[in-house]
């Protein structure tokens, strides 16, 4: 499935950024959905994920309580609203897409198949 990651820029710390990832895969209601994110010289870190039913949702501990995934099944797009944003946060953000019908998404890199181009979030202070 192809991905197309959108919404980056630059915030001040405290502010709110929403990203959201669209794919015209008509079957984008089967695939859970994950954001990742990484700095250069580090690895991919998970962010969050929803999985194909919207049921279940997963955060890194360090974006819980200031980032909420969401899903627009008619919009086959995926969001992630960001607020309380820290200087940390600053990263290319990558949305991903795996096929599955777990109740609950994975947040493992190597699970998800289908990967967007990225996004770049900084964060000023």
């Known amino acids: 499935v192809q991905l197309q990651a959108s919404g980056g820029g630059l915030v001040q710390a405290g502010g709110s950024l929403r990203l959201s990832c669209a794919t015209s895969?008509?079957?984008?209601?089967?695939?859970?959905m994950g954001w990742f994110r990484q700095v250069p010289g580090k690895e991919r870190e998970f962010v969050a994920a929803?999985?194909?039913?919207?049921?279940?949702?997963d955060y890194a501990d360090s974006v819980k309580g200031r980032f909420t995934i969401s899903r627009d099944y008619a919009k086959n797009t995926v969001y992630l609203q960001m607020s309380s944003l820290e200087l940390e946060d600053t990263a290319v953000y990558y949305c991903?897409?795996?096929?599955?019908?777990?109740?609950?998404?994975?947040?493992?890199?190597?699970?998800?198949?289908?990967w967007g181009q990225g996004t770049l979030v900084t964060v000023s202070s």
């Open positions: 895969e008509r079957t984008f209601s089967v695939y859970s």
């Open positions: 929803i999985s194909w039913s919207g049921g279940s949702t």
């Open positions: 991903a897409a795996y096929l599955t019908r777990l109740a609950k998404p994975s947040r493992i890199p190597r699970d998800f198949g289908s």
